[in-house]
């Protein structure tokens, strides 16, 4: 669905796709939550995120506290794209307690991928960032 998004064009998208797009975040099932997440480009490529943000983050964070290991690893690995298409702002003052509340998470492969992801989000937003947010 989301894929044609480029396809038809802002107004249409924002007509037909994303009514369906924010009632599918409220689904029951996280994977098809999560889908979503992962295809959230294609979204962003037409509309922007800035009219999904507010509907974005209580989605992430309940997927973010799944009590399905692997759906909360998928959810961290999703992490540094999401970071790409949300920017730095809001990433940090929105994301950025999820991520490093991961690193205490009980199964390794979640910190595991934490850490890597907070190597991967000092990439994306540089070294200064990475300063000012992630050592304290």
């Not at 000092?122 to 960032?129: D, L, P, S, Y």
């Amino acid at each position: 669905m989301l894929s044609i998004c480029p396809i038809i064009e802002k107004g249409p998208t924002n007509e037909h796709i994303l009514p369906i797009f924010l009632a599918l975040l409220r689904d029951e099932s996280s994977d098809v939550r999560l889908n979503l997440f992962k295809r959230l480009e294609d979204l962003n490529k037409v509309i922007g995120l800035e009219n999904l943000q507010q509907s974005i983050v209580p989605a992430l964070k309940d997927l973010s506290e799944d009590k399905n290991w692997r759906i909360k690893l998928s959810v961290v690995e999703q992490y540094p794209a999401l970071a790409k298409q949300l920017g730095e702002q809001f990433f940090t003052e929105k994301l950025i307690p999820i991520c490093l509340k991961w690193l205490n998470d009980q199964v390794f492969s979640i910190r595991q991928a934490a850490i890597k992801n907070l190597s991967e989000l000092t990439k994306i937003f540089g070294t200064q960032w990475a300063e000012r947010n992630l050592i304290t």
